[in-house]
Protein backbone atom coordinates (compact mmCIF):
# COMPACT_ATOMS: atom_id res chain seq x y z
CA UNK A 1 0.00 0.00 0.00
CA UNK A 2 1.27 3.41 -1.27
CA UNK A 3 1.32 6.54 1.39
CA UNK A 4 -2.00 8.69 1.43
CA UNK A 5 -3.48 11.62 2.72
CA UNK A 6 -7.36 10.80 3.66
CA UNK A 7 -9.63 13.48 3.42
CA UNK A 8 -13.60 13.15 2.73
CA UNK A 9 -15.27 16.37 3.54
CA UNK A 10 -19.05 15.83 2.17
CA UNK A 11 -21.34 15.75 5.26
CA UNK A 12 -23.89 12.88 4.08
CA UNK A 13 -27.22 12.37 5.17
CA UNK A 14 -28.58 9.13 4.26
CA UNK A 15 -31.86 8.29 5.36
CA UNK A 16 -35.14 7.17 3.86
CA UNK A 17 -37.51 9.93 3.30
CA UNK A 18 -34.35 12.93 4.27
CA UNK A 19 -36.48 14.95 0.98
CA UNK A 20 -38.70 15.73 3.49
CA UNK A 21 -36.20 17.80 5.36
CA UNK A 22 -34.49 19.40 2.18
CA UNK A 23 -35.16 22.44 3.74
CA UNK A 24 -33.95 22.59 7.12
CA UNK A 25 -30.42 21.22 6.30
CA UNK A 26 -30.32 23.30 3.57
CA UNK A 27 -31.68 26.91 5.17
CA UNK A 28 -28.09 27.15 6.89
CA UNK A 29 -26.80 27.59 3.72
CA UNK A 30 -28.43 31.10 3.60
CA UNK A 31 -30.91 33.01 1.48
CA UNK A 32 -31.03 32.99 -1.86
CA UNK A 33 -30.15 29.00 -3.98
CA UNK A 34 -29.61 28.19 -7.46
CA UNK A 35 -31.23 24.94 -8.16
CA UNK A 36 -30.01 22.31 -11.15
CA UNK A 37 -32.44 20.02 -12.28
CA UNK A 38 -32.16 17.78 -15.98
CA UNK A 39 -34.57 18.03 -18.20
CA UNK A 40 -37.50 16.38 -16.38
CA UNK A 41 -37.51 13.39 -13.49
CA UNK A 42 -37.80 16.48 -11.16
CA UNK A 43 -40.63 18.47 -12.27
CA UNK A 44 -42.68 15.37 -12.96
CA UNK A 45 -42.06 13.83 -9.77
CA UNK A 46 -42.77 16.99 -8.02
CA UNK A 47 -39.60 17.51 -6.33
CA UNK A 48 -38.83 21.21 -7.24
CA UNK A 49 -42.22 22.46 -6.19
CA UNK A 50 -41.59 20.30 -2.92
CA UNK A 51 -38.37 21.52 -2.31
CA UNK A 52 -39.78 25.20 -3.08
CA UNK A 53 -42.80 24.50 -0.25
CA UNK A 54 -39.78 23.52 2.15
CA UNK A 55 -38.19 26.42 1.55
CA UNK A 56 -40.50 29.77 2.35
CA UNK A 57 -39.18 33.35 2.53
CA UNK A 58 -36.24 31.61 0.73
CA UNK A 59 -35.29 32.67 -2.90
CA UNK A 60 -35.08 29.51 -5.02
CA UNK A 61 -33.79 30.29 -8.94
CA UNK A 62 -34.61 27.30 -10.70
CA UNK A 63 -32.09 26.46 -13.80
CA UNK A 64 -33.25 23.43 -15.77
CA UNK A 65 -32.62 21.14 -18.96
CA UNK A 66 -29.26 19.69 -17.74
CA UNK A 67 -28.90 16.90 -20.43
CA UNK A 68 -26.49 14.04 -20.11
CA UNK A 69 -23.41 13.92 -20.72
CA UNK A 70 -23.47 17.73 -20.03
CA UNK A 71 -22.38 19.85 -22.65
CA UNK A 72 -20.29 23.24 -22.28
CA UNK A 73 -23.18 25.47 -24.04
CA UNK A 74 -25.93 24.46 -21.16
CA UNK A 75 -23.19 25.02 -18.08
CA UNK A 76 -22.02 28.35 -19.74
CA UNK A 77 -25.49 29.36 -19.60
CA UNK A 78 -26.28 27.99 -15.92
CA UNK A 79 -23.12 29.69 -14.99
CA UNK A 80 -24.14 33.32 -16.38
CA UNK A 81 -27.14 32.61 -14.60
CA UNK A 82 -25.05 32.26 -11.02
CA UNK A 83 -22.46 34.66 -11.90
CA UNK A 84 -25.69 37.70 -12.50
CA UNK A 85 -27.74 36.24 -9.01
CA UNK A 86 -24.91 35.78 -6.68
CA UNK A 87 -26.74 32.70 -4.90
CA UNK A 88 -25.63 31.46 -1.43
CA UNK A 89 -25.29 28.09 -2.30
CA UNK A 90 -25.50 25.77 -5.51
CA UNK A 91 -28.34 22.81 -5.51
CA UNK A 92 -27.86 19.67 -7.88
CA UNK A 93 -31.34 17.93 -7.76
CA UNK A 94 -30.75 14.57 -10.32
CA UNK A 95 -28.37 12.33 -11.54
CA UNK A 96 -24.79 12.70 -12.05
CA UNK A 97 -24.89 15.20 -15.09
CA UNK A 98 -26.98 17.31 -13.35
CA UNK A 99 -24.35 17.02 -9.89
CA UNK A 100 -21.69 17.40 -12.62
CA UNK A 101 -23.13 20.27 -14.46
CA UNK A 102 -23.41 21.87 -10.68
CA UNK A 103 -19.65 21.58 -9.70
CA UNK A 104 -18.79 23.71 -12.80
CA UNK A 105 -21.84 26.04 -11.84
CA UNK A 106 -20.68 26.51 -8.06
CA UNK A 107 -17.00 26.87 -8.75
CA UNK A 108 -17.32 29.13 -11.56
CA UNK A 109 -19.76 31.32 -10.14
CA UNK A 110 -16.68 32.94 -8.42
CA UNK A 111 -13.60 31.77 -11.29
CA UNK A 112 -13.76 33.71 -14.42
CA UNK A 113 -13.76 31.96 -17.65
CA UNK A 114 -15.18 29.33 -19.68
CA UNK A 115 -15.82 25.55 -18.12
CA UNK A 116 -13.73 23.78 -21.19
CA UNK A 117 -10.52 26.18 -19.81
CA UNK A 118 -11.28 24.24 -16.69
CA UNK A 119 -11.77 20.95 -18.30
CA UNK A 120 -8.40 21.19 -20.15
CA UNK A 121 -6.21 22.21 -17.32
CA UNK A 122 -5.78 25.65 -19.09
CA UNK A 123 -7.29 27.46 -15.77
CA UNK A 124 -7.77 25.82 -12.35
CA UNK A 125 -10.18 26.71 -10.13
CA UNK A 126 -9.38 28.82 -6.70
CA UNK A 127 -13.12 28.87 -4.69
CA UNK A 128 -16.51 27.68 -5.09
CA UNK A 129 -20.21 28.31 -3.46
CA UNK A 130 -21.49 25.43 -1.42
CA UNK A 131 -22.56 22.95 -3.40
CA UNK A 132 -25.81 20.89 -2.06
CA UNK A 133 -26.52 17.21 -3.91
CA UNK A 134 -29.71 15.60 -3.57
CA UNK A 135 -29.15 12.68 -6.33
CA UNK A 136 -31.72 10.31 -7.50
CA UNK A 137 -30.13 8.15 -9.31
CA UNK A 138 -27.44 5.55 -8.07
CA UNK A 139 -24.40 5.74 -10.63
CA UNK A 140 -22.01 8.20 -10.47
CA UNK A 141 -21.26 8.85 -6.70
CA UNK A 142 -20.84 12.37 -7.84
CA UNK A 143 -23.00 13.53 -4.96
CA UNK A 144 -19.99 13.23 -2.81
CA UNK A 145 -16.53 12.91 -4.82
CA UNK A 146 -14.57 15.48 -6.02
CA UNK A 147 -14.85 15.02 -9.86
CA UNK A 148 -16.96 16.53 -12.86
CA UNK A 149 -17.36 15.16 -16.21
CA UNK A 150 -18.36 17.73 -19.00
CA UNK A 151 -18.57 17.37 -22.69
CA UNK A 152 -17.19 19.98 -25.92
CA UNK A 153 -19.57 19.12 -28.45
CA UNK A 154 -17.15 21.23 -31.13
CA UNK A 155 -14.27 19.11 -30.40
CA UNK A 156 -16.89 16.05 -30.00
CA UNK A 157 -14.64 15.26 -26.50
CA UNK A 158 -15.49 14.29 -23.23
CA UNK A 159 -13.44 15.27 -20.28
CA UNK A 160 -13.78 14.33 -16.57
CA UNK A 161 -11.47 16.79 -14.23
CA UNK A 162 -10.68 16.35 -10.50
CA UNK A 163 -10.92 19.83 -8.42
CA UNK A 164 -10.72 19.94 -4.79
CA UNK A 165 -13.41 22.93 -4.81
CA UNK A 166 -15.89 20.21 -6.29
CA UNK A 167 -16.68 18.23 -2.77
CA UNK A 168 -19.86 19.25 -2.43
CA UNK A 169 -20.69 20.87 1.20
CA UNK A 170 -23.88 18.58 2.19
CA UNK A 171 -24.90 15.23 0.20
CA UNK A 172 -29.20 14.11 0.99
CA UNK A 173 -29.22 10.45 -0.22
CA UNK A 174 -32.78 9.42 -0.38
CA UNK A 175 -33.19 6.10 -1.38
CA UNK A 176 -36.98 6.74 -1.68
CA UNK A 177 -36.36 9.26 -4.63
CA UNK A 178 -34.82 5.97 -6.89
CA UNK A 179 -37.40 4.12 -6.35
CA UNK A 180 -39.25 5.28 -9.72
CA UNK A 181 -36.51 5.26 -11.84
CA UNK A 182 -37.05 3.63 -14.92
CA UNK A 183 -35.06 0.39 -15.10
CA UNK A 184 -32.79 1.46 -17.80
CA UNK A 185 -31.13 4.23 -15.90
CA UNK A 186 -31.18 1.74 -12.77
CA UNK A 187 -29.39 -0.80 -15.35
CA UNK A 188 -26.92 1.87 -16.54
CA UNK A 189 -26.12 2.80 -12.73
CA UNK A 190 -25.49 -0.93 -12.18
CA UNK A 191 -22.41 -1.19 -14.44
CA UNK A 192 -21.35 2.20 -13.64
CA UNK A 193 -20.74 1.79 -10.10
CA UNK A 194 -19.26 -1.76 -11.01
CA UNK A 195 -17.04 -0.04 -13.65
CA UNK A 196 -15.89 2.78 -10.49
CA UNK A 197 -15.45 0.14 -8.44
CA UNK A 198 -13.18 -1.92 -10.56
CA UNK A 199 -10.83 0.18 -12.15
CA UNK A 200 -8.35 0.89 -9.10
CA UNK A 201 -8.29 -2.73 -8.69
CA UNK A 202 -7.21 -3.32 -11.62
CA UNK A 203 -4.86 -0.86 -12.40
CA UNK A 204 -3.61 0.35 -8.88
CA UNK A 205 -0.97 -0.64 -6.39
CA UNK A 206 -1.85 -3.98 -4.66
CA UNK A 207 -3.58 -3.05 -1.58
CA UNK A 208 -5.68 -6.13 0.43
CA UNK A 209 -7.96 -3.81 2.47
CA UNK A 210 -8.87 -1.91 -0.30
CA UNK A 211 -9.40 -4.60 -2.95
CA UNK A 212 -11.49 -6.54 -0.14
CA UNK A 213 -14.38 -3.39 -0.10
CA UNK A 214 -14.00 -3.36 -3.54
CA UNK A 215 -14.83 -7.19 -4.04
CA UNK A 216 -18.00 -6.85 -1.36
CA UNK A 217 -19.22 -3.42 -3.07
CA UNK A 218 -19.01 -5.16 -6.77
CA UNK A 219 -20.45 -8.90 -5.54
CA UNK A 220 -23.43 -6.97 -3.11
CA UNK A 221 -24.17 -4.69 -6.17
CA UNK A 222 -24.63 -7.74 -7.96
CA UNK A 223 -27.10 -9.61 -5.51
CA UNK A 224 -28.95 -5.87 -5.47
CA UNK A 225 -29.37 -5.92 -9.06
CA UNK A 226 -31.02 -9.20 -9.17
CA UNK A 227 -33.27 -8.35 -6.43
CA UNK A 228 -34.34 -4.52 -7.84
CA UNK A 229 -34.95 -6.21 -11.27
CA UNK A 230 -37.08 -8.94 -9.84
CA UNK A 231 -39.17 -5.64 -8.16
CA UNK A 232 -37.92 -5.80 -5.16
CA UNK A 233 -37.14 -1.27 -5.26
CA UNK A 234 -36.26 -1.56 -1.40
CA UNK A 235 -32.38 -3.01 -2.15
CA UNK A 236 -32.34 0.43 -4.10
CA UNK A 237 -30.38 1.67 -0.90
CA UNK A 238 -27.51 -1.39 -1.02
CA UNK A 239 -27.04 0.53 -5.05
CA UNK A 240 -27.15 4.29 -3.42
CA UNK A 241 -24.81 3.64 -0.79
CA UNK A 242 -22.69 1.72 -3.26
CA UNK A 243 -22.40 4.48 -5.78
CA UNK A 244 -20.94 6.97 -3.08
CA UNK A 245 -18.61 4.27 -1.56
CA UNK A 246 -17.41 2.91 -5.08
CA UNK A 247 -15.80 5.79 -6.43
CA UNK A 248 -14.49 7.54 -2.64
CA UNK A 249 -10.99 7.22 -1.08
CA UNK A 250 -12.31 4.36 1.14
CA UNK A 251 -11.25 2.10 -2.05
CA UNK A 252 -8.63 4.72 -3.88
CA UNK A 253 -6.53 5.74 -0.98
CA UNK A 254 -2.71 4.01 -0.30
CA UNK A 255 -4.10 1.98 -3.84
CA UNK A 256 -4.28 4.71 -6.40
CA UNK A 257 -4.38 3.39 -9.85
CA UNK A 258 -6.49 5.08 -13.07
CA UNK A 259 -9.80 5.33 -15.02
CA UNK A 260 -8.70 3.38 -17.75
CA UNK A 261 -11.96 2.15 -18.80
CA UNK A 262 -13.87 5.23 -18.09
CA UNK A 263 -11.12 7.13 -19.99
CA UNK A 264 -12.27 4.66 -23.63
CA UNK A 265 -16.19 5.11 -22.61
CA UNK A 266 -15.51 9.04 -22.30
CA UNK A 267 -13.84 8.65 -25.41
CA UNK A 268 -16.79 7.30 -27.38
CA UNK A 269 -20.03 9.08 -25.55
CA UNK A 270 -17.79 12.28 -26.28
CA UNK A 271 -18.25 11.26 -30.47
CA UNK A 272 -21.36 9.34 -29.80
CA UNK A 273 -23.58 12.03 -27.68
CA UNK A 274 -26.60 9.84 -27.55
CA UNK A 275 -24.96 6.68 -26.26
CA UNK A 276 -25.39 6.99 -22.43
CA UNK A 277 -22.10 6.76 -20.28
CA UNK A 278 -23.72 3.35 -18.53
CA UNK A 279 -24.60 1.70 -21.70
CA UNK A 280 -21.40 2.62 -23.01
CA UNK A 281 -19.24 1.32 -19.98
CA UNK A 282 -21.88 -1.46 -20.53
CA UNK A 283 -20.29 -2.42 -24.41
CA UNK A 284 -16.67 -1.93 -22.61
CA UNK A 285 -16.82 -3.73 -19.72
CA UNK A 286 -16.05 -6.95 -20.84
CA UNK A 287 -14.09 -6.88 -23.77
CA UNK A 288 -11.52 -4.34 -21.08
CA UNK A 289 -10.87 -6.88 -19.19
CA UNK A 290 -10.14 -9.48 -21.63
CA UNK A 291 -7.98 -7.18 -23.04
CA UNK A 292 -6.53 -6.34 -19.23
CA UNK A 293 -6.64 -9.57 -18.47
CA UNK A 294 -3.56 -10.65 -20.52
CA UNK A 295 -1.64 -7.96 -18.92
CA UNK A 296 -2.99 -8.32 -15.47
CA UNK A 297 -3.59 -12.05 -15.19
CA UNK A 298 -3.37 -11.97 -11.51
CA UNK A 299 -5.73 -8.67 -10.52
CA UNK A 300 -8.67 -10.46 -12.94
CA UNK A 301 -8.27 -13.90 -11.27
CA UNK A 302 -8.46 -12.46 -7.89
CA UNK A 303 -11.24 -10.54 -8.76
CA UNK A 304 -13.78 -13.35 -10.43
CA UNK A 305 -12.73 -15.60 -7.54
CA UNK A 306 -14.60 -13.52 -5.29
CA UNK A 307 -17.33 -12.77 -7.32
CA UNK A 308 -17.65 -15.98 -9.13
CA UNK A 309 -15.51 -18.76 -7.26
CA UNK A 310 -13.55 -18.94 -10.65
CA UNK A 311 -9.48 -18.21 -10.15
CA UNK A 312 -8.50 -18.94 -13.71
CA UNK A 313 -9.19 -15.13 -15.54
CA UNK A 314 -10.50 -16.11 -18.73
CA UNK A 315 -12.84 -18.87 -17.32
CA UNK A 316 -14.12 -15.74 -15.18
CA UNK A 317 -14.49 -13.59 -17.62
CA UNK A 318 -16.56 -16.13 -19.22
CA UNK A 319 -18.80 -16.56 -16.30
CA UNK A 320 -19.03 -12.46 -16.02
CA UNK A 321 -20.34 -12.12 -19.18
CA UNK A 322 -22.54 -14.63 -19.02
CA UNK A 323 -24.44 -13.27 -15.74
CA UNK A 324 -24.36 -9.55 -17.27
CA UNK A 325 -26.02 -11.40 -20.62
CA UNK A 326 -28.49 -12.80 -18.24
CA UNK A 327 -29.29 -10.28 -16.45
CA UNK A 328 -30.09 -8.00 -19.44
CA UNK A 329 -27.06 -5.58 -18.88
CA UNK A 330 -25.07 -6.81 -21.88
CA UNK A 331 -24.75 -3.65 -24.66
CA UNK A 332 -22.96 -3.77 -27.75
CA UNK A 333 -21.37 -0.74 -29.57
CA UNK A 334 -23.48 -1.85 -32.83
CA UNK A 335 -26.25 -2.11 -31.03
CA UNK A 336 -26.05 1.30 -29.50
CA UNK A 337 -25.60 2.60 -32.81
CA UNK A 338 -21.82 3.70 -32.79
CA UNK A 339 -20.18 3.54 -36.26
CA UNK A 340 -16.95 5.01 -36.79
CA UNK A 341 -14.69 3.66 -34.08
CA UNK A 342 -11.27 4.69 -35.54
CA UNK A 343 -12.42 8.67 -34.54
CA UNK A 344 -13.46 7.22 -30.98
CA UNK A 345 -9.58 5.50 -30.94
CA UNK A 346 -8.00 8.44 -31.86
CA UNK A 347 -9.55 10.58 -29.40
CA UNK A 348 -9.25 7.96 -26.36
CA UNK A 349 -5.51 7.42 -27.41
CA UNK A 350 -4.98 11.39 -27.07
CA UNK A 351 -7.23 11.97 -24.23
CA UNK A 352 -6.00 8.84 -21.96
CA UNK A 353 -2.81 7.01 -23.27
CA UNK A 354 -1.06 7.78 -20.08
CA UNK A 355 -3.93 5.66 -18.60
CA UNK A 356 -4.06 2.99 -21.24
CA UNK A 357 0.15 2.92 -20.87
CA UNK A 358 -0.19 2.40 -17.30
CA UNK A 359 -1.93 -1.11 -17.26
CA UNK A 360 0.55 -1.72 -20.38
CA UNK A 361 -2.33 -1.62 -23.00
CA UNK A 362 -1.00 -0.14 -26.44
CA UNK A 363 -2.93 1.25 -29.22
CA UNK A 364 -3.52 -2.04 -30.47
CA UNK A 365 -5.05 -3.14 -27.20
CA UNK A 366 -7.07 -0.51 -27.54
CA UNK A 367 -8.29 -1.35 -31.14
CA UNK A 368 -9.16 -5.04 -29.88
CA UNK A 369 -11.38 -3.72 -27.40
CA UNK A 370 -13.18 -1.08 -29.49
CA UNK A 371 -14.03 -4.31 -32.07
CA UNK A 372 -14.40 -7.05 -29.34
CA UNK A 373 -17.13 -4.48 -28.17
CA UNK A 374 -18.80 -3.68 -31.35
CA UNK A 375 -20.87 -6.67 -31.91
FE1 LIG B 1 -18.65 6.56 -14.32
Not at 16 to 40: C, D, H, N, W, Y
Not at 102 to 119: N, Q, R
Not at 169 to 180: E, F, G, M, N, Q
Not at 294 to 310: C, G, I, N, Q
Request: with cysteine; proline share 5%; net charge negative.
Amino acid sequence: MRDFEFRFPTRIVFKKGVFKKAGELISPFGEKFLLITGQRFAQEHGLVDALKEQLPGKRLIHFKGITPNPKVPEVENAVSLAREEKPDAVIALGGGSVMDAAKYVAAMALSEGSPWEYATGERKFRASLPLITIPTVPASGSEADPYAVISNPETKEKRGLYSPYFWPRLALWDPILTHSLPVKIIKDGVVDIISHALEGYISGEEAVLQNGFTEVIIKQVMEAWERVSSGYREAMEILCWASTLAISPFLSAGRGGHFVLHGIEHALSGVYDFISHGSGLAALLIPYLEVVGEKRPERVSSLTKALFDVYHWETGISEWREWMEKQGLMQTLKGLGAKDLSLVEEKAWETSRDRLESVDLTREDLRKILEKAYD
